[in-house]
């Protein structure tokens, strides 16, 4: 399904599809016509893609067909071995994790999963955790501590779910403790934000010595709809929210929120999911090897004082 | 008792009154309240015993030990994105700051607490919600550290519905900035008390609230993750009485006591002196 604002794009490229057709089944000569359209779909493309709105960047974000942690562990990491269930209450399918290799490496990986159809979506609860799946997520950081391996977070959730058996069972107990556990980790820890940070229920495994992003996924403390039904009193303001509150790869490099960008092919990650796939591969490599050097002390002082420097007030 | 005998009914809301000055009304029974004796009965109804909200400076002065309190909050808010909603940031942050008297939403100190040095942080729920941003993570951050370095106990009383929204990002960054500090005091020993009162949400329960070594709840205080607004929508029901309450916390294993205001000094102090290493054995002090 296209979104809104790729629409001018898609009637261009239907348009120029539609005119080879011809040509091929004509005999008649198009090309000068086709050639015309084409640079045309270009400029359009530079001037749609190259000027997101940080709302539009939102929609890309969610956009059916972007990598989720499955994907990413499928194709970017060899050998994938799931582990279920938090040995208190239940296995979360909102949350996926377990052990796997990077080039070889000994890896923990964690992240939110969301479905890739409605059905799927139903199942996982759209990547919405419970407590269950934070608990899980810090058995894993447990496994990683206890072996040295790097610890590895994919995010993608709109948050933590908000609903009346998450409550009873602690959410916000969790997230707290999940947030605490992973600052805790004496193994290099990388978070890679895929999607949607939604809030705590992002953060809960966002607790990394480098936190990484995808060029469209948004990362912050609210999102736009909630954020707009609060501030602006009607979730429509959607839009002027995600502008407001800096949610962008680039707004959270310069605030000092995440360390790194990585690149996504025209369009949307969706687009191309295995260049996007790749990107992040390259991007994770990268910074496990900048992150060798750590002793497991140095990376837990590394952690605290990155969190530490974080906020902008006024000495008075 | 002279306020029992002042005590009425409910008057339906058409027929509402100005209360006059000295007095004022309980918000869940309707009773007419003496102020002053309200004051002095700590915001608790001595009627129905609901506990009303409590402002922060109060706060201290019921805690702290008398004339030992210090303060050390001193931070000032920014306004780091330029937030503008249906106002500016910036507006509304001066709004708050002259109606509270306070630069944000946070007060806190040193002070004794039975006789145990404490570090006390209290939130402030008249200023913007309590909400936590830089300001209110920078300060809790350096409330903890100032306990470490000076082997002082950690009181933290939450009053807020949650991340400060108009700092965004970096709001939820202050959720991990407080829950790591918090390493400090477990490195050093020092104990850490929190005290959730009405209301105790989001980003605040969700990061140092949580983390006590000991969690006291006020009676009938709104606690949780969510709000009950966006709960209610999600599920699309309404939701089971009591939901979110002190005592559903306390039922659910989330908290340790559920504690009457007019008890709480004295079970802190209680809870202060059982934890800190440096307070030698004396019952009932």
Known sequence: ?????????????????????????????????????????????????????????????????????????????????????????????????????????????????????????????FGMPHPEGYRKAMRLMDLADRFGYPFISFIDTPGAYPGVSAEERGQAWVIAQSIQRMGRLRVPAIAVILGEGGSGGALAIGVANRVLILENAWYSVISPESCAAILWRDAKEAPKAAEALKLTA?????????????????????????RAI??????????????????????????????????????? | MALERLFRRKRPSGENRDVPELWTKCEACGAQLYKKEFKENLYVC????????????????????????????????????GFVDTKPYAERLQTYQKETGRKDAIVGGTCAIGGVPSVLLVMDYAFAGGSMGSV????????????????????????????RMQEAALSLMQMAKTVMSLDLLWAKRLPYVSVLTDPT?????????????????????????AGPRVIRQTIRQELPEGFQRAEFLLKHGMVDRVTDRRRLKAELV????????????????
């Not at chain 2, 706060?59 to 050390?72: N, Y």
């Open chain 1, 1 to 125: 399904m296209p979104l809104e604002f790729e629409k001018p794009i898609l009637e261009l490229e239907k348009r120029i599809q539609e005119l080879k057709e011809t040509a091929r089944t004509t005999g008649v000569d198009l090309e000068a016509e086709i050639r015309l359209l084409e640079e045309r779909l270009a400029r359009l493309k530079q001037e749609i893609y190259g000027n997101l709105t940080p709302w539009q960047r939102v929609q890309l974000a969610r956009a059916p067909g972007r990598p989720t942690t499955l994907d990413v562990l499928a194709k970017a990491f060899q050998d994938f071995l799931e582990l279920h269930g938090d040995r208190a209450f239940a296995d979360d399918p909102a949350i996926v994790g377990g052990l796997a290799y990077l080039e070889g490496q000994k890896v923990v990986v964690v992240g939110h999963q969301k479905g890739r159809d409605t059905k799927e979506n139903l199942q996982r609860n």
């Open chain 1, 250 to 274: 680039q707004d959270l490099l310069a605030l000092g929120v995440v360390d790194a960008i990585v690149p996504e092919p025209e369009g949307g990650a969706h687009k191309d999911p295995d």
């Open chain 1, 278 to 316: 790749q990107n992040v591969k390259e991007a994770l490599l990268r910074t496990l090897e900048e992150l060798k050097a750590l002793s497991p002390e140095a990376l837990y002082q590394d952690r605290y004082r990155r969190f530490r420097a974080l906020g902008a007030y006024a000495e008075s």
């Open chain 2, 46 to 81: 001595p009627k129905c015993g609901h506990h009303h909200r409590m402002p922060a400076a109060e706060r201290v002065a019921m805690l702290a030990d008398p004339g030992t309190f210090q303060e050390t909050t001193r931070l000032a808010p920014l306004d780091p994105l």
């Open chain 2, 136 to 163: 209110v993570g920078e300060e809790i951050a350096r409330g903890v550290e100032r306990a470490a370095e000076e082997g002082r106990a950690l009181v933290i009383v939450a009053a807020s519905g949650g991340a």
């Open chain 2, 201 to 225: 949400t989001g980003g605040v329960t969700a990061s140092f609230a949580a983390l006590a070594d000991v969690i006291f709840a006020e009676p009938g205080a709104l606690i949780g993750f």
């Open chain 2, 270 to 285: 209680q809870a202060l002196r059982h934890l800190h290493p440096g307070v030698p054995y004396a019952p009932g002090v």
